[in-house]
């Protein structure tokens, strides 16, 4: 039933469905090593939207020690515990534009992850899915 709600949200909008590990998840690959996604939801708004849970197992499973999320996300939050840690803020507003200061720091850090290690990963996420 679920599952069923999330793809009726998700829309027309690409997901990742891997059956090996049963995973359904708004997500979809830019690159290989560059992942859009929707925001990790807790309590109800999981039942729409990726549940956190989820979207840990996901990273831990397939990117263990070699993922870092980026949260653009200014008007919600979770605890990067969840992440081991990984997860960096560069927060604005939905349907804004972020300052050119803002898109630098995000740029350097992501390419820093990236370049630090051949199997590194970055996801990014918004509020409702790949808008931001």
């Given at each position: 039933?679920?599952?069923?709600?999330?793809?009726?949200?998700?829309?027309?909008?690409?997901?990742?469905?891997?059956?090996?590990?049963?995973?359904?998840?708004?997500?979809?690959?830019?690159?290989?090593?560059?992942?859009?996604?929707?925001?990790?939801?807790?309590?109800?708004?999981?039942?729409?939207?990726?549940?956190?849970?989820?979207?840990?197992?996901?990273?831990?499973?397939?990117?263990?020690?070699?993922?870092?999320?980026?949260?653009?996300?200014?008007?919600?939050?979770?605890?990067?515990?969840?992440?081991?840690?990984?997860?960096?803020?560069?927060?604005?507003?939905?349907?804004?534009?972020?300052?050119?200061?803002?898109?630098?720091?995000?740029?350097?850090?992501?390419?820093?992850?990236?370049?630090?290690?051949?199997?590194?990963v970055v996801a990014v996420h918004?509020?409702?899915g790949k808008g931001?």
């Amino acid at each position: 039933m679920a599952n069923l709600a999330r793809q009726a949200v998700s829309g027309e909008k690409r997901r990742f469905i891997n059956h090996d590990h049963k995973f359904d998840l708004d997500l979809t690959f830019i690159t290989e090593k560059i992942i859009a996604m929707g925001f990790p939801s807790q309590s109800i708004e999981g039942l729409y939207r990726n549940p956190i849970d989820e979207v840990q197992r996901f990273f831990e499973t397939l990117y263990h020690g070699r993922y870092k999320i980026y949260n653009l996300c200014s008007e919600r939050n979770y605890d990067p515990a969840l992440f081991n840690g990984q997860v960096e803020c560069f927060r604005f507003d939905d349907h804004n534009c972020p300052s050119l200061s803002l898109m630098c720091a995000f740029c350097e850090s992501s390419s820093e992850w990236l370049s630090s290690h051949p199997e590194n990963v970055v996801a990014v996420h918004c509020k409702a899915g790949k808008g931001r």
